[in-house]
């Protein structure tokens, strides 16, 4: 297990369209795990393979509060979009900002998960919100695209 270096706005890795995952391997087993540390340790809530330069159509995700709730997804499609929710997001990869998104309520996705069975998972609120951006990082969009107003400087949230 180690951290990776996170790839930051203007990398050309955040702006392709990933492939889907064939098989899982060893290689992409450790790269799983990787992510969840680097995920953790650089306290975000999710994050996509191309994030630290793999094209591959996966991310992982953990919004769990008290205990942690790891979440992987190969292969996700967004089945179904209900509602809406306009909140703050931000990304590892546009460190120190963040912005207003309007997304999904909820959400209903299928895909594999790390033995590449598939399921199928309803999601509500951050869980939701947090699925439809990691969602756009396999097409090479970042949440940027979709703010309302101007992205705002962390600091400035924490002295509000
Ligand atoms: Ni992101």
Redesign the pocket.
Known sequence: MAIRNIRTLGDEALYKVCKPVTEMTGKLSAMIDDMFDTMYEAG?V???AP?IGARKRLFVIDVGFEEPDPHVFINPEILEREGEQTGT??????PGKHGVVTRPQKVKVRALDRDMKEFTLEAEDLFARAIC??Y??LDGH??TELVQGPLQDDVEREEE
């Open positions: 975000g999710g994050l996509a994030q997001e931000g990304c590892l990869s546009v951006h990691e756009d990082h970042l949440y």
